[in-house]
């Protein structure tokens, strides 16, 4: 996966939806598991505890969605989210 394409193409993404000065996280499924921006975001705010305005934008590929965080809340979000299931499934997370 090219992240550097990521990158260019979305330069204000963070800054565009409320999750100023922030990482990205990256969950290793998309579209081919049928994930929707509205499961990762639910299980960031039910699941993690993460209020809504803390998360930016999701990007959902075709394997893999990104997810801009506030830079305050990665590890919760990651540690929360490694543990549980979106969709009843187990996904893989990992930051960038």
Do not use: W
């Not at 963070?14 to 999750?19: F, K």
């Not at 299980?43 to 998360?55: C, E, K, P, S």
């Not at 990651?78 to 299931?85: E, F, M, N, W």
């Amino acid at each position: 996966m090219d992240l550097g394409r990521y990158q260019r193409t979305h330069p204000s993404s963070r800054r565009a939806t409320g999750a100023t000065d922030g990482d990205v996280g990256d969950c290793l499924g998309g579209k081919r598991d049928k994930l929707r921006p509205g499961d990762i975001l639910g299980a960031l705010t039910g699941d993690a505890g993460i209020a809504g305005n803390q998360v930016g934008k999701i990007n959902v590929l075709e394997f893999a969605s990104f997810v801009a965080l506030d830079r305050h809340i990665v590890q919760q979000a990651y540690d929360r989210l490694s543990q549980s299931k979106i969709k009843g499934r187990l996904f893989k997370m990992r930051l960038i």
